[in-house]
């Protein structure tokens, strides 16, 4: 079966180049000619097979199709990492070195992007959505490494977070009573923990006249509002050229008259233009990597400082404490769950951050 696909996926590359066929045109044309010729076991199954060689993620198709996966990553050629419901199986698939970089090529040609030698590391948006991050040798001891971020259309709702365990209905209500305040929600938590489908709840919850401006480093944010507009940035181009990164990101959004300005992931120098937002009166919605609420805090007002401003910690700090309503803490559990561990308010007391359990 293997040497057979193999046969004709080569076949195939040989036609769409030589002749202009599509991947679909030449695969249908050598199994007709070959089912002259011979019986062709699983002849449905051959042609899937082959078009994943050609034109999609090889080996990596089954997963690339399944709504559950999450992330999948390898180290090593052969074995595949796959992360659902925020659980790591380790599997082996055959997926050698040589197929690892074809289908990698493939994905970044597909988006205008390279990965050689004079550019060993690669961070791309694939075209359905996905984000693949993707380093080579020396870089890494032996292989290629890559990982890629299913881009999943997120539904996420409140009312689903209390449904599925997330939040309780004392935290909802919190959390809503705040949105209609204007107040600015920070959701904290670590890898995998549910930032960003909790994020996208809250802004579903948002009234639908308002206009919503999000930036982020590669679309996640899911949204269904009638005045949204959604931005991610842009790396340099080969020559060193063209790129567009947070801070420039948010400086626009900042003209566009947003009512809620929304940071995808808040971890760099873009902070003190969040800040310089927030100080305008501009309330908004993001994330932050950290440990607790108290850490997020304390990492939102450490990073404006890396932006070389002149600005002190204490100004960031009585701006945040003065603006930031809620901090929604995400854990994620041993088995998987996922659920909202703290949800803390903010407040600026005498020249001094104050936290207090929300619900």
Not at 5 to 12: G, H, P, Q, S, V
Not at 267 to 275: D, F, K, M, N, P
């Amino acid at each position: 079966m293997e040497t057979l696909l193999k046969r004709i996926a080569d076949r195939a590359r040989g036609l769409a180049l030589n002749h202009g066929d599509s991947a679909e045109v030449a695969v249908t044309k050598i199994l007709d000619e070959l089912s002259d010729a011979e019986e062709l076991p699983f002849e449905r199954e051959l042609a899937r097979n082959a078009l994943a060689v050609l034109s999609g993620f090889g080996p990596l198709e089954p997963f690339m199709n399944d709504p559950a996966v999450e992330e999948l990553w390898m180290n090593e050629p052969n074995v595949l990492f796959v992360n659902k419901g925020g659980r790591s199986e380790r599997l082996q698939i055959d997926f050698d070195a040589e197929a690892q970089r074809v289908v990698i090529d493939r994905m970044l040609r597909s988006v205008g992007r390279r990965i050689d030698r004079s550019s060993p590391f690669v961070d791309a948006p694939l075209q359905d959505g996905s984000r693949l991050h993707a380093v080579i040798p020396d870089v890494t001891r032996m292989h290629l490494s890559f990982n890629i971020r299913r881009f999943i259309s997120n539904k996420s709702t409140l009312e689903n977070a209390v449904e599925t365990g997330v939040a309780t209905l004392g935290q909802v209500g919190v959390l809503k009573r705040a949105l209609l305040a204007r107040r600015t929600i920070f959701v904290s938590g670590a890898t995998a923990a549910g930032k960003t489908t909790l994020l996208c709840a809250l802004l579903d919850a948002l009234p639908s006249n308002e206009r919503i401006v999000s930036v982020e480093d590669t679309f996640e944010i899911s949204l269904n509002k009638p005045d949204w507009v959604a931005m991610q940035t842009r790396p340099a181009s080969a020559e060193g050229a063209g790129e567009i990164d947070l801070r420039k990101l948010i400086r626009e959004a900042l003209r566009m008259r947003p009512d809620r300005l929304v940071v995808g992931e808040v971890r760099g120098a873009e902070a003190l233009e969040l800040l310089v937002g927030l100080n305008s009166g501009i309330p908004s919605l993001g994330t932050v990597h950290a440990n607790s609420a108290e850490h997020a805090m304390t990492k939102l007002m450490t990073l404006p400082l890396l932006s070389g401003a002149s600005i002190s910690a204490e100004f960031a700090k009585q701006v945040l404490g003065s603006t930031v309503g809620l901090i929604a803490h995400c854990v994620l559990g041993a088995n998987g769950t996922r659920r909202i561990g703290e949800l803390k308010t903010v407040r600026y007391v005498n020249g001094d951050l104050r936290f207090e359990d929300a619900a």
